[in-house]
């Protein structure tokens, strides 16, 4: 958040210019479901700037949804005050333009002077998971139907196998033996989440997928509320 904004809590959003880089992003997704779900935000009167190409390109997108001017980005409308919030990463602010080489080089230098809505994250990401079962996922197998069709065995065959894949990470994760910073962050989750910090199947899954569907529907990127049967194989 930029300092001067006037945002001190959730609410306070309403009005206020928010970057994403781009209004279907999973990223921004989540975000906007939490802040409407949890915080009662009114998504419908933040501002949303992005500079990026969505993911659907035949997506429709809400009238408070605003494209960056060709020449500038949400890393420079933040340097420049434009912004009074915005996601940071490779979701908001912490690249400048469309995907490419030296995206996360290029740009303005941001405000050193910034702060974070909710500094308290790490607790607030525990307490929501306890309350609700909510773990945000990002990606998915999916496979054609016709495909599916053609090969009635091969969906069990690939759950089955990157089960059998996961499996000695895993051990590795609870050994302690495993390295790198995935690593990190998966044994940080699991004190969240418990043993599997990576959980596969509908049922696994099903609190995060029904939420995201909620989201979704919700922010006018799905039609109609689905059931996760409808899209995922109860495995």
């Not at 494209?67 to 912490?94: F, N, P, Q, Y």
């Not at 065959?157 to 990157?162: P, V």
Request: glycine share 10%.
């Amino acid at each position: 958040m930029r300092p001067g904004a006037g945002i001190e809590a959730p609410k306070d959003l309403e009005g206020k210019n928010f970057g994403v880089r781009a209004y279907s992003v999973t990223t921004g997704v989540w975000k906007r479901g939490l802040l409407q779900n949890e915080y009662g935000v009114d998504i419908d009167k933040v501002n949303w700037w992005v500079d990026d190409e969505e993911h659907v390109a035949a997506l429709k997108l809400p009238a408070n949804v605003r494209h960056v001017a060709e020449d500038s980005s949400l890393v420079a409308m933040m340097a420049e005050g434009k912004l009074d919030a915005a996601c940071t990463g490779d979701a908001g602010i912490g690249r400048a333009g469309k995907p490419g080489a030296g995206w996360n080089e290029s740009g303005p230098a941001l405000p050193d002077d910034l702060r974070q809505l909710f500094p308290n994250a790490a607790e607030l990401d525990r307490e929501v998971y306890a309350r609700n079962g909510v773990y945000p996922i990002h990606g998915t197998l999916a496979i054609k139907e016709e495909v599916l069709q053609a090969n009635p065995g091969l969906a069990r065959s690939l759950y089955d196998a990157f089960v059998e894949a996961k499996a000695p990470y895993l051990e590795a994760l609870r050994a302690g033996t495993a390295t790198g910073k995935q690593a990190e962050k998966d044994r940080k989750l699991m004190q969240i989440v418990g043993d599997d910090p990576l959980p596969y199947g509908l049922e696994a899954n099903r609190a995060s997928i029904e939420a995201l569907i909620r989201y979704g529907h919700q922010q006018g990127l799905i039609p109609r509320p689905y059931k996760a049967e409808d899209m995922f194989l109860p495995f």
